[in-house]
Every structure is written in structure tokens, then in C-alpha cells.
């Protein structure tokens, strides 16, 4: 953690600062900022080529698991309800990955992924676990389950800033011509027409998990080309329906349409069709601080010991697997061994090409089959109150700016049925940083000041209330994660490393959303679930 003063702006609006006049409205408030980086210190230790100290201790056990995402939670949550107790799990930079969190005090937050829709019956993996953990209550099975309503989010859910109005939805109809209207309606009736297609092998056209879709020839080659690409080609002119689809691109897969696959970006649309009983169809489950309660509940469930630290190497032997462990949250480094029947590596694919020195052994190329990693920040900011709102449509869960630099701000406290809403609350702001190359955004994280993250950090936000966003600010915390998600880019679909790590069966197996080429928690908890039925043989 990285503590250091810095200066929060707080402004009037953008046609101010447009108009050259920004000092006569800018106003300044000393804040004291928190900077998160997960895995940054590990991964610095190793580069700089630190001496590793001679391992401290040796754990024996059945399973490691080499990661605390959710796929390996998943895969230890399988383990242990199939009656494989021995099990051991390696947290990695931070444990449960994209699905941490933090607190304030009472109010929690988060700082990685915050909702997931509502499963469709195929999706029995998620169904099952949601229905263990108490949060699925009846019926699992059924097309229509019925769900713990304290976890169903309520209205209002979204809104939209769009010519300094607020409007329902996340895209644009008031103000906006007919025309478009009618190509939103085209665009949203051939999703409609490509929810119920099926291949000539009788698979969903687009379904979850991925592997599950149709291998049709003809619905593969939407995978030659981008997203913007094939609405160029269907004629899709209006500016209102490109920004929402771009939108959807960078909110699910931290990059812009005209870089991700037509076939993901599609499947964006049509790959979910969740229903319940007590809940609209495609309603979403959340919490206030975001998947961190599924993963906390997955992890009650197994009971697996877990242990603090990142792999350095793994190695497999004639009698298992080992893994070679560094941690460093006491006063001195500390390595560990961990030597296990059969392992589950549960860590991002750029992580494992590292520490698996034979991973190519295994059909994965790291310079051929790597995925695209797009960066992201995550700023949570503590509010001493909710600030005045504009008065068309008021605070709802998820807030987007129409054009904004961000990908708008969630409300953690939504979810508070209260009458009254609280004093207090953090809204927490998702930037991917699809306007420049990964790299490129890689290295101004690294290198930029806290400054400069919070200015963009907190765009969305003055975007929306003005000067009156910043007087209302206690503190703000900002987590930033370089490699935060692999990105369907065009030909995503066609990369044999990853489905040579899908098929491996063996003592060292491989569990990540990464397998299926873009992170969402369908697919990182569909390799766990496979990974420990093949680690109970």
C-alpha cells in the first residue's frame, strides 16, 4: 500500500472547464488516498531477482489449489462436497482475486467484479453452488428457481446521463431520433432471433459456458472480425446504439468493439438467459460488495487450509506435483513447499506460463496462444453523504455518463431496503482503459501519480454532481489491476493453447476463466467445477 497526499479536484462541470474558465470553479481538498496493486510486490521481488530464502516448512496434502479466485474456490468447494478433505490452497497476490473487497467501517465495497445474472438452467454448475450457499433457495432445477430476495437487485437499476439529463436504461431514448429508435429495436430483435438459433450439431448458437456454443461453421466465422465490424456490415449507423455496444464491450471485457470478436461480442447479448421466480427475466444477483460473499461462501464451504503467499515455481514429479511458494506479508520473505498427489492451477494464464516451466510441454505456446490482458482501475469512494441529486431519475444501482471517460459508478448501499437511505455510502468507479494499447496502460499505472489516477478515477463522478461531488468525499481507495481480465480479440475462439489446457487430465491441471479466452464467473467456475471432478480420479 502506497500512502501519499494528493489533491482531488472538484468541479462545476465540463463547459466550464471547456470554456478556459476552470479556476474560477475548481476548489481543492486535501485527501489522503490509498493505492491498491495486487501482486505488484511479488511480481517486483521476482523481476529485481531477489535471492530466494531456503524453504521454512513442507506441507503434504491430496490437492493443492494454486489460486483463490473463483475458479478455485470452485474447484475446492467441489473437492470437499465430494468428500476430498485433504486440500490446500495457495491464495496468490490476493485472495479471491477479482472477487475482493473491502470495508469502511459497516459499509463494504468492491474491488473487482459486482454482480452476477441470473444462471440459466444449462449453467447447473452455478446453480448448484448458489443453491449450497443459500443464496438460490428452491427448485434449482427449475427454469424458474426461486432466489433469496435480499440478493436479487431491486429498481431503480440503471440510468443513463445523457444531454444533462438522467433517463432509465443504459441506452439513450429521450432526445434521441426516430431513426435510431428503430435500428435499437432492429439490433435488439436479431438478438432476440439469435437467442433461439442452433447449429447443424444441435448446440445453442451462444450459450455458457463457452465451450458449450454451437461449433457451426457458420457461426465460427464471427469470430474473423470485430464486433463494430459486423454492425458495419448489417448497417448499423446510429451513433446512440455504437456507444451502448462499445459500452457492453468495455464494461464486460475491458476493451473497445472495434478490437473484440463479433462472436463475443454477440454472445455478450445472447449467451445468458436467466429466469426466476420471484425476479424479471436477465435480473442480476449483488451485494454490496460485489462476489466477495460468494467467494467467502465458497470457501466456508470447503474448509480447505489456505495459505498466504504466490507460487514461484511448479514442477511436476514422479509422485505428484510441487510447488515452490514465496510470502511476503511477514517482516522477511519466506518460501514454503507444498507437495501434493494432484494440483489445480487456478492463476491467470500469464502467471502460470511463468512458474510451469513445462508448460509447453502440456500444448500451451506463451508467444503464440497468450490471451490479450486488458488493465483495470477500481476507485471506491468513502461518502460522508449522498450528494443532491439532479431530479429526472434518481440514484440507482449501476450510473453511467453518456461518452463519459469512464464506465460509471456503482452504489454500494443500493441494496439497503431501508426507507430512509443511509447518511453515508461509497460509490465505487470501474474504468477499463480501453482508450490505449495494454501495454501502453500497463505502464501508466505503474509509473503514474495518485494524482493523476484520481483525476480520472472520479471523472464520471464531477461529470455527474459537479463541485458537488468532492466536498462529500471522506477518503478514496484505488485498486489497480494491470492484467484484470484476457479479452476476446478477433480469432479468440481458434487458439489451440487453450483448449489443449482444457483437455489436459493429469496431476497438474489447469482451472481459470483465461481457458475460455474472457473472464466472467460462469466460465472461471465452470473450469473449477471440471478441474476437481478430474482431480477425484
Not at 436479487?152 to 431514448?173: D, I, M, T, V, Y
Not at 483448449?499 to 481459470?512: I, T, V, Y
Request: hydrophobic share 45%; with cysteine.
Amino acid at each position: 500500500m502506497d500512502r501519499r497526499s494528493f489533491l482531488l479536484w472538484a468541479g462545476a462541470g465540463t463547459a466550464a472547464v471547456g470554456a478556459g474558465s476552470a479556476a474560477a470553479y475548481w476548489r481543492w481538498q486535501k485527501i489522503v488516498p490509498a493505492i491498491h496493486a495486487p501482486g505488484r510486490a511479488e511480481g517486483h521481488f521476482l523481476r529485481d531477482r531477489h535471492a530466494l530464502p531456503s524453504p521454512s516448512a513442507e506441507i503434504r496434502t491430496g490437492v493443492a489449489i494454486l489460486g483463490s479466485g473463483v475458479a478455485g474456490l470452485t474447484a475446492a468447494w467441489k473437492l470437499r462436497k465430494e468428500g476430498q478433505r485433504d486440500i490446500v490452497v495457495v491464495d496468490g497476490p490476493q485472495p479471491y482475486g477479482n472477487a475482493a473487497a473491502g470495508r469502511y467501517g459497516d459499509l463494504a465495497y468492491p474491488t473487482g467484479a459486482h454482480y452476477l445474472p441470473l444462471p440459466a438452467p444449462e449453467m447447473f454448475h452455478v446453480r448448484e453452488l448458489l443453491h449450497d450457499l443459500r443464496i438460490l433457495l428452491r427448485n434449482p432445477a427449475a427454469r424458474q428457481p426461486y432466489y433469496d430476495e435480499r440478493f436479487l437487485l431491486h429498481a431503480p437499476e440503471e440510468r443513463l446521463l445523457f444531454n444533462g439529463r438522467w433517463q432509465e436504461g443504459l441506452l439513450p431514448k429521450e432526445g434521441v431520433p426516430q431513426w435510431e429508435l428503430d435500428e435499437h429495436a432492429r439490433f435488439f430483435a436479431a438478438m432476440d432471433e439469435f437467442k433461439s438459433t442452433s447449429g447443424v450439431d444441435g448446440k445453442p448458437m451462444f450459450a455458457f459456458p463457452v465451450t458449450q456454443s454451437s461449433g457451426d461453421a457458420r457461426w465460427r466465422e464471427l469470430d474473423g472480425f470485430s464486433l463494430k465490424a459486423w454492425l458495419d456490415r448489417h448497417s448499423y449507423r446510429s451513433p446512440t446504439l455504437h456507444w451502448y455496444i462499445d459500452y457492453c464491450c468495455r464494461d464486460d471485457y475491458g476493451t473497445a468493439y472495434g478490437e473484440v470478436s463479433a462472436w463475443a461480442g454477440l454472445h455478450y447479448f445472447c449467451g445468458r438467459g436467466g429466469e426466476a421466480e420471484n425476479a424479471t427475466d436477465g435480473a442480476f444477483l449483488t451485494w454490496p460488495d460485489g462476489l466477495h460473499p460468494i467467494a467467502a461462501g465458497l470457501d466456508r464451504a470447503a474448509g480447505s487450509r489456505r495459505m498466504t503467499g504466490v507460487v514461484v515455481s511448479v514442477s511436476v514429479k514422479a509422485a505428484g506435483v510441487e510447488a515452490l511458494c514465496l510470502d511476503l506479508s511477514g517482516v522477511q520473505p519466506r518460501t514454503y513447499v507444498v507437495k501434493a498427489r494432484k494440483a489445480i492451477c487456478a492463476m491467470p494464464l500469464f502467471v502460470a506460463a511463468r512458474v510451469v516451466p513445462s508448460i509447453g510441454d502440456f500444448g500451451f505456446d506463451a508467444r503464440r496462444h497468450m490471451p490479450a490482458y486488458a488493465p483495470w482501475m477500481v476507485a471506491n469512494f468513502l461518502m460522508k453523504r449522498i450528494p443532491d441529486e439532479l431530479p429526472e431519475v434518481p440514484l440507482s444501482w449501476d450510473n453511467v455518463v453518456y461518452g463519459g471517460r469512464g464506465l460509471g459508478y456503482v452504489v454500494s448501499t443500493h441494496q439497503d431496503i431501508r426507507v430512509t437511505p443511509p447518511k453515508r455510502s461509497v460509490f465505487s468507479a470501474y474504468i477499463a482503459l480501453a482508450d490505449r494499447s495494454p501495454q501502453d496502460a500497463r505502464r501508466w499505472l505503474d509509473g503514474a501519480p495518485a494524482d493523476e489516477l484520481l483525476d480520472l478515477a472520479g471523472a464520471d463522478l464531477r461529470a455527474a454532481y459537479g463541485r458537488r461531488f468532492a466536498g462529500n468525499v471522506e477518503r478514496a481507495d484505488i485498486t489497480l489491476r494491470a492484467h484484470a481480465m484476457a479479452s476476446p480479440r478477433i480469432g479468440f475462439r481458434d487458439n489451440a493453447g487453450l483448449r489443449a489446457l482444457r483437455e489436459l487430465d493429469g496431476p497438474l491441471l489447469f482451472a481459470h476463466a483465461d481457458l475460455s479466452g474472457f473472464s466472467v464467473f460462469e466460465e472461471a467456475a465452470w473450469w473449477g467445477y471440471q478441474a476437481a471432478l478430474k482431480a477425484l480420479t
